[in-house]
């Protein structure tokens, strides 16, 4: 009987974009592999965090700490304790800024972790203080440079982390296509239930966050609110309390919104919209964006987001211009099928297969 090698998984808890690669990557290599994963806050108990748990993962996080930068040192310590109580070859650390990276790095450094991976999953600063983020990324950057292993989803997000492709590994993040194709009868029940029937469904699954553009998208909206025949359908964990949210709930005038909040079947939502909007400031390879191509929807992306995205023949880019952004939209063919995949997708592009065979290469060279 072979015993499957454990993989720390850093920085990652079960929700957003990060970890849903490793995720995907995870059910792929579980034969081989058994990945855990390290946070500094709560796992959230729901669908995902249970199937981890059946597949042997250990889900380690929650710092009692409410000081942001007290916190980092507290998470050095405990990230450090862990590993030396721990048995892991491999320490695989995700982030988006190289000073996230830096403190489990560094800590796995001093742990004597064999092969430490650094993965980069985005090429801008979201959040709260912006200003210091940035100036904490630029100083912390030679530290991660300086890592044997680099990674990172799309070119661009290489050079936010790395300055350089050279010496990175680019994984492109993919999608379980069985999981996220178009689903009829999906389709079907989620607009019975939000009695959308007849419309077009213009759709987003997002944490609607500044990176995310939300007063573009609130002004997409309004641009669309006198035409009955379209309707806004916005999926998240944070869509019920985010910046998008607080601006279309103070807009009387507005009624062509619904937001669904955290939902645990994500593809059936897909199926449900007929177009995918997602007018990022940056990404690095938006899972999100992937996922609505595999279901068939037309994906309109911002021209800040990375070429490398495509993977579907449904797919546009688009300068954040509103007037642009509504004629695009409204010139779709909704005819078009969605049942023949193979006619509009590029399976290698998509696939969550290809994505899990670069992990493994990325383990075992």
Not at 134 to 160: D, E, F, G, M, V
Not at 221 to 250: H, M, P, T, W
């Amino acid at each position: 009987m072979s015993i499957r090698k454990r993989i720390l998984q850093a920085n990652l808890n079960n929700q957003g974009g990060a970890f849903s690669v490793a995720y995907e990557a995870q059910k792929e290599l579980q034969n081989e592999y058994i990945f855990d994963y390290f946070f500094p806050d709560d796992f959230v108990e729901n669908d995902v965090y249970t199937h981890l748990l059946s597949m042997g993962s250990r889900c380690v996080g929650k710092l009692d700490c409410n000081n942001r930068f007290l916190k980092q040192y507290e998470l050095y310590k405990s990230f450090y304790k862990y590993l030396c109580d721990n048995n892991y070859d491999i320490v695989h650390i995700h982030s988006d800024t190289a000073w996230k990276i830096s403190v489990y790095y560094l800590a796995a450094k001093r742990a004597g972790i064999q092969r430490i991976v650094v993965h980069s999953h985005s090429s801008g600063i979201n959040g709260h203080y912006k200003t210091i983020n940035y100036l904490l990324h630029l100083i912390t950057k030679p530290i991660i440079k300086s890592a044997k292993y680099k990674c990172a989803c799309s070119k661009i997000a290489a050079q936010w982390m790395f300055d350089t492709t050279e010496t990175v590994s680019i994984i492109r993040n993919g999608v379980d296509i069985d999981k996220f194709k178009f689903n009829p009868a999906a389709r079907e029940n989620v607009r019975k239930e939000l009695k959308i029937e007849r419309k077009k469904v213009i759709g987003s699954v997002s944490d609607f966050s500044p990176q995310k553009s939300p007063e573009f998208i609130y002004n997409l909206v309004k641009a669309f609110q006198n035409d009955e025949q379209y309707i806004f359908l916005f999926v998240g964990n944070r869509a019920s309390g985010c910046d998008l949210k607080k601006l279309i709930d103070d807009d009387a005038s507005i009624g062509n919104v619904i937001f669904a909040g955290a939902v645990t079947n994500v593809p059936d939502y897909l199926s449900a919209m007929d177009t995918f909007i997602l007018p990022s400031r940056f990404e690095g390879l938006p899972m999100c964006a992937l996922e609505a191509q595999v279901n068939g929807l037309y994906t309109i992306v911002s021209d800040k987001v990375t070429d490398e995205t495509r993977c579907s023949k449904y797919f546009s880019k688009l300068h954040l211009d509103i007037a642009t952004w509504k004629k695009e939209i409204q010139s779709i063919d909704f005819v078009s099928s969605r049942s023949d995949i193979g006619s509009f997708l590029d399976f290698e592009k998509a696939s969550s297969t290809n994505m899990a065979d670069e992990f493994k290469k990325i383990y075992t060279e």
